[in-house]
């Protein structure tokens, strides 16, 4: 059990977390850090993803409805995605247990790079709301981004609403607004299928996840607030920070070795 400054420190990372994610995805860059720095030495991953994750679905809930209740995305075009993107985190927590994820560290640095640098030299991308395709290629299109989305969640983790708005603004043409509505539907349902199995298999700490998670779901609600009031371009400029500073952290990961 860590101490009550470490716990209370936890918390409110958690609430930065939970903030950031609602807008652009990214809370594990937050909150992975935290509980490696604040739980015991030798805990194991499955345990330390599993109290994260428990965590996440606080904030992931809390978001996901306030952005439904706004009607900037209609329902059904969720349905698809959602099932699509539990079904990928039931495989990717089944791989957890057989194998260590951290080979995709270079890869996901990379495909960050790719992004910012896109969304850089791109500055109209996402101020549009101008889908590319019919409603049911999209829906085909955005159920396949989810699938694959969701076992990478499942597996490994940081970064996965990042690259889900990306993934929608680039390859479907949403707006970012509409693309975060979308991301935050399809994590939060990784989130919710990958807590279950990591808890059902005992790997999580609840005096450490239960407060973070309320800390979590306070700032998702907060989150998704600022950025329906705010709109697209503020969410994009957000977008830019945070992945800047996925490609940072993951790149020192990747440099320790």
Do not use: C
Request: charged letters at 10%; glycine letters at 14%.
């Amino acid at each position: 059990m860590p101490t009550l400054p470490v716990l209370l420190l936890l918390n409110l990372a958690a609430l930065l977390a939970g903030f950031v994610d609602a807008i652009v995805g990214g809370g594990g860059l937050i909150t992975v850090p935290a509980l490696m720095l604040g739980l015991p030495a030798g805990t194991a991953l499955p345990t330390l993803l599993g109290t994260n994750k428990f965590v996440a679905v606080t904030g992931t809930t809390v978001a996901a409805g306030k952005f439904l209740r706004s009607g900037v995305l209609s329902p059904r075009e969720m349905v698809a995605p959602v099932l699509a993107s539990a079904l990928g985190a039931s495989v990717g927590v089944w791989l957890t247990y057989r194998i260590q994820p951290t080979f995709l560290r270079p890869l996901m640095l990379g495909l960050l790079v790719v992004m910012l640098a896109f969304t850089l030299f791109k500055p109209a991308l996402g101020k549009l709301h101008a889908p590319r395709f019919g409603l049911h290629r999209q829906r085909s299109l955005a159920a396949g981004i989810a699938l694959l989305l969701g076992f990478y969640d499942g597996f490994f983790g940081p970064g996965t609403g990042s690259l889900l708005i990306f993934l929608f603004v680039a390859v479907l043409g949403f707006d970012f607004l509409r693309a975060s509505a979308l991301a935050k539907s399809v994590n939060w349902a990784s989130n919710v299928t990958s807590m279950v199995l990591f808890v059902a298999q005992g790997s999580w700490l609840p005096s450490v996840a239960i407060g973070m998670a309320v800390a979590n779901g306070l700032g998702g609600y907060l989150g998704a607030r600022v950025a329906l009031s705010k709109g697209s371009g503020w969410v994009r400029g957000v977008f830019i920070v945070v992945v800047g500073a996925l490609i940072l952290r993951l790149g020192w990961q990747v440099w320790q070795g």
